[in-house]
């Protein structure tokens, strides 16, 4: 399974992003898929995960209530959308495809990363 994520940028606080992470060389349908983050000196940590087919969903308790993962299996993707942001949610978030849930080690394929910063 090959992924690229795009929709990073620079945002003021407050402000919103919505990343996408489109996949392909395997039955999309059939992975649960979950956005990561890592900061700057910090370890990778679980940023929210929707499950394979009946969009069962589930969030970090630092993103709850602002950030929305979602997907689209007619068009293999898979969407976060980040609204109410914060400087401390500066990071490169990454797409990962696998078996769900919120550990590392259930997703085997990862996407590069796109870089996402927000002032203050």
């Known amino acids: 399974v090959q992924l690229q994520a795009s929709g990073g940028g620079l945002v003021q606080a407050g402000g919103s992003l919505r990343l996408s992470c489109a996949a392909s060389g395997r039955t999309f349908s059939s992975l649960s898929m979950a956005w990561f983050r890592q900061g700057s000196r910090k370890e990778r940590e679980f940023v929210a995960a929707i499950s394979r087919t009946v969009g069962i969903t589930s969030y970090a308790d630092s993103v709850k209530g602002r950030f929305t993962i979602s997907r689209d299996n007619a068009k293999n993707t898979v969407y976060l959308q980040m609204n109410s942001l914060k400087p401390e949610d500066t990071a490169i978030y990454y797409c990962?495809?696998?078996?769900?849930?919120?550990?590392?080690?259930?997703?085997?394929?990862w996407g590069q990363g796109t870089q996402v910063t927000v002032s203050s």
């Open positions: 990962a495809a696998g078996s769900g849930y919120s550990s590392l080690m259930n997703y085997d394929y």
